[in-house]
Each structure stands twice: as structure tokens, then as C-alpha cells.
């Protein structure tokens, strides 16, 4: 029998979170407020928090809130150009915030990110089955792989200065897995060829 290969042939890019709320108005056609909430415990920028976001509660472009700009800019440069070019784009400015975890994974998940302008609150509940999402570097026509634990939400609400986004979950299968557009993404590896 052949030996198990017990390490992945890849390089780590970076590892942490991507948890993301996708809010629509129009049953899933488009996506009127879009979030992609980053928590990098390791990359060559080094750690920190960052949040992308596209709502009309802040105006008609993406916006950018970070506790550490460096990680910010090499998500921009290394994995959000994959994943959804608007957050991509490196002269958007980045706002100083502070990121803080409230609530946890059998009720209600909060995600509370401080600014001087405000708070921006992200909220996921009535969460589904867990599994592992496994998208070695090349699949989908992607340069890098992913390997994350998704645990996708029925009910989530985005909340800015007080006011609640319109717009709802959209409930969706991915790959073959019941899910929906608003997941907490957890243990989430991102990787490339040697």
C-alpha cells in the first residue's frame, strides 16, 4: 500500500478567514451590499483584519477598513483580484479601524469592526452544516488553491451606524453542498505551486 502523502505539495500564501455576507434584493440575481471580512493570522504581510465592503449605507464604491494596511493591499494584490475585482482595485483608500469577535458559532457569530466614522456591524445566524471546501491551485481556472471550513448562514444581517441593510440570504448549493451567499469562512488556507 502507498504511503499516505501527509504534506500538501503547496506553499502556503496565507491562513486565517474570509468570511463573507452577500446581501440581494432581487433573489440572487446581483448583490446590492457585498462583504469580504479577512482575519490573517499569517501572510507575508503579516496579520491583522481588514473588511471589504460595497453598500449604498456607504456611498456607491467599495471601501476599505484595516488594522493593518499592509495585509490589506497583499489580500488586494494576491487573492481578492480572484475573487471579486472592485475590492481589487489598490487605489481605493484604507480606512484605520478596529476589529473586534462577539457571540459564537452555535447561535450568532458578530464581526464589529470601529471606526471614526462609525461601526460597521456583520451578523450570521441559523448557521447549516459545516463542510470543508478543498480547491487545490489550478481548479476553476484559478493560479491558487483553497481549503476552507465553511459554515453557511440562512439568516445574516449587515448593520452600518445603526441602520440595517435591506436585502436577504440567498440560499444556494456549492458543489453539491446546501449553502447560501452569506458563510463564515473559518481555518481558511490559501496556497500556490512551489
Not at 500500500?1 to 440575481?29: C, I, K, W, Y
Not at 471580512?37 to 496579520?47: F, T
Not at 456591524?121 to 478543498?134: D, E, H, I, R
Amino acid at each position: 500500500m502507498a504511503e499516505p502523502q501527509l504534506v500538501d505539495p503547496h506553499d502556503p500564501v496565507m491562513t486565517g478567514e474570509n468570511s463573507f455576507l452577500r446581501l440581494s434584493n432581487d433573489g440572487g440575481a446581483s448583490f446590492v451590499h457585498r462583504t469580504s471580512h479577512w482575519r490573517v493570522l499569517w501572510s507575508p504581510a503579516g496579520q491583522g483584519h481588514v473588511l471589504f465592503i460595497e453598500t449604498p449605507l456607504l456611498g456607491s464604491v467599495p471601501r476599505i477598513y484595516a488594522d493593518n494596511a499592509g495585509v490589506a493591499r497583499f489580500l488586494q494584490h494576491e487573492i481578492e483580484t480572484l475573487l471579486y475585482k472592485p475590492f481589487a482595485d489598490e487605489s481605493l483608500p484604507i480606512v484605520d479601524a478596529k476589529f473586534e469577535r462577539g457571540g459564537h458559532s452555535l447561535s450568532t457569530v458578530e464581526e464589529r469592526i470601529g471606526t471614526a466614522e462609525g461601526a460597521i456591524v456583520l451578523s450570521w445566524w441559523n448557521l447549516m452544516a459545516p463542510f470543508v471546501l478543498t480547491l487545490p491551485p489550478g481548479a476553476l481556472n484559478r493560479p491558487l488553491g483553497v481549503y476552507s471550513t465553511f459554515l453557511p448562514a440562512r439568516e445574516a444581517q449587515l448593520t452600518v451606524n445603526g441602520t440595517s441593510a435591506t436585502g436577504k440570504v440567498i440560499l444556494q448549493d456549492r458543489f453539491g453542498r446546501p449553502a447560501s451567499s452569506c458563510c463564515l469562512a473559518w481555518s481558511e488556507t490559501w496556497t500556490k505551486p512551489q
